[in-house]
C-alpha cells in the first residue's frame, strides 16, 4: 500500500516533524541549519522560524540574525552583524496608483532607488518597519515599533512612528546618550 502524500509530497509523519522543525526550533543550531537550507548559510547567518527571507543570499551578511516572523522582500541589503527582532518588516520597493485600472497595481522600481540598506552592526527591535528607500546608518538602535521612513545617521537610537531620533551611542564607550526628557538635549 502506497503511502499517503500531502500537498508537498510528505507523508503526515515527515510534515508533522517538519511543522516542529520550521515553528518551534528557535535555537542556534536550528537557526543556522534553516539559513543553510533557505540558500543563506556559510556566514553564521541564522534565520528563526517563521522569518520569510526574499532576498538573495549575497544581500545578507555574516554572523546577522532575522528574528521570528520577519518579512524581507526586494533589494534589501543586510549588512554583518546585525540583529532584526521579531515581526519585522523590511521591503524595498512600492507599488504606484495606475489611473488606467483604478487600483495601485503598478511596481515602482523604475522610478528610482528604493532599496534598503541595514549597516553593519544595527539592531532593530521587534515590530520595527524599514520604508522602501531607507538606508540605515552603521551601529543604529531602532526602538520597538519603530516606523523607518527616513535614512538615519551612523549610531543613532530612532523611536516612534514616524521614527526620529531620540538619541546616540557614543562609538568609544556604547554608551547611550538619550535626547530630550531622557537627559541631555541635541
Do not use: Q
Not at 507523508?11 to 516542529?20: A, D, G, L, S
Not at 533557505?38 to 544581500?59: D, H, S, Y
Not at 541589503?77 to 507599488?95: K, Q, Y
Amino acid at each position: 500500500m502506497e503511502t499517503e502524500k500531502n500537498l508537498h509530497g510528505m507523508t503526515r509523519e515527515e510534515f508533522e516533524k517538519f511543522t516542529v522543525y520550521a515553528h518551534a526550533s528557535n535555537d542556534r543550531a536550528s537557526n543556522l541549519a534553516r539559513a543553510e537550507i533557505l540558500g543563506f548559510g556559510g556566514k553564521e547567518t541564522e534565520i528563526a522560524p517563521g522569518a520569510n527571507v526574499r532576498v538573495p543570499p549575497e544581500l545578507i551578511g555574516r554572523r546577522s540574525f532575522i528574528g521570528l516572523y520577519c518579512y524581507l522582500n526586494g533589494k534589501v541589503t543586510v549588512g554583518d552583524d546585525v540583529l532584526i527582532g521579531p515581526h519585522c518588516s523590511i521591503v524595498a520597493g512600492n507599488h504606484k496608483f495606475d489611473p488606467a485600472t483604478g487600483a495601485f497595481t503598478a511596481r515602482t522600481e523604475g522610478d528610482g532607488d528604493e532599496s534598503v540598506t541595514i549597516g553593519n552592526g544595527s539592531w532593530l527591535c521587534s515590530n520595527v518597519t524599514v520604508t522602501p528607500g531607507c538606508k540605515i546608518g552603521k551601529a543604529n538602535l531602532i526602538c520597538a515599533g519603530a516606523v523607518v521612513t527616513k535614512s538615519t545617521p551612523d549610531y543613532a537610537i530612532m523611536a516612534g512612528v514616524p521614527a526620529k531620533r531620540v538619541g546616540e551611542i557614543d562609538p568609544a564607550t556604547g554608551e547611550y546618550r538619550w535626547y530630550g526628557d531622557k537627559g541631555e538635549t541635541k
